[in-house]
């Protein structure tokens, strides 16, 4: 069974930093291109990154360029959200979610339980 | 990007009733090498994250029931609940994936008349 488990989000004041992980089990993880989502309280979903197979391709909604820094390690199958810089609209429940492993463009068939960031003073 | 655009934002349907979602992409999601649409459709109810419902415009996931269908053009689509049930009240996002950055529809709510 797909498993994806988020981890780190918390309360940090504006400029401030946190580091979300995302733990995989129940497929190869090396294999798909993974993602991270967003959703602030009572918004829709929106699209902050995403990382192939290898680590060696990112990238970036315009919102979160130059601040935020996704990552892998396939060694460990965690994935990484570093978020520097942080503002109140950054605010929102991330989500990592899985490509299919077929495809570089692909739908998001699992998702994890999500993770609560909240920027405020 | 490609803006995707969703009508109605809520609509509310009689037990058993057929609801209709629309999602419109202000560019095509076709792509034109393998003739597929990129266009996912999801659930998602309160507090749970989203569930994948329809990719391609009109594949269904595994075990999603076959009430839930997609169609579409390169540009218009539609998911539809032929036979709405209790359970079937969520919010139901439509996304493109055929470009980066992907895009989500800003929603629509569907509750029970």
């Known amino acids: 069974e797909v498993q994806l488990v988020e981890s780190g989000g918390g309360l940090v004041q504006p400029g401030g930093s946190l580091r979300l992980s995302c733990a995989a089990s129940?497929?190869?993880?090396?294999?798909?291109?993974m993602h991270w989502v967003r959703q602030a309280p009572g918004k829709g979903l929106v699209w902050v990154s995403r990382?192939?197979?290898?680590?060696?391709?990112?990238a970036y909604a315009d919102s979160v360029k130059g601040r935020f820094t996704i990552s892998r390690d396939n060694a460990n199958n965690t994935l990484y959200l570093q978020m520097n810089s942080l503002r109140a609209e950054d605010t929102a429940v991330y989500y990592c979610?899985?490509?299919?492993?077929?495809?570089?463009?692909?739908?998001?068939?699992?998702w994890g339980q999500g993770t609560l960031v909240t920027v405020s003073s | 990007d490609i803006v995707m655009t969703q009508s109605p934002d809520s609509l509310a349907v009689s037990l058993g009733e057929r609801a209709t979602i629309n999602c419109k992409s202000s560019?095509?999601?076709?792509?034109?090498?393998?003739?597929?649409?990129?266009l996912a459709w999801y659930q998602q109810k309160p507090g749970q994250p989203p569930k994948l419902l329809i990719y391609?415009?009109?594949t269904r996931e595994s075990g999603v029931p076959d009430r839930f269908s997609g169609s579409g053009s390169e540009t218009d689509f539609t998911l539809t609940i032929t036979s709405l049930q209790a359970e079937d009240v969520a919010v139901y996002y439509c996304?493109?994936?055929?470009?980066?950055?992907?895009?989500f529809g800003g929603g629509t709510k569907v509750e029970i008349k």
């Open positions: 996304q493109q994936y055929v470009s980066t950055p992907p895009t």
């Open positions: 129940g497929f190869t993880f090396r294999s798909p291109w």
């Open positions: 391609w415009a009109s």
């Open positions: 990382i192939n197979h290898d680590g060696s391709s990112t």
């Open positions: 560019q095509s999601v076709l792509y034109s090498s393998n003739n597929k649409k990129y």
């Open positions: 979610a899985r490509g299919d492993p077929g495809y570089s463009s692909s739908w998001h068939a699992h």
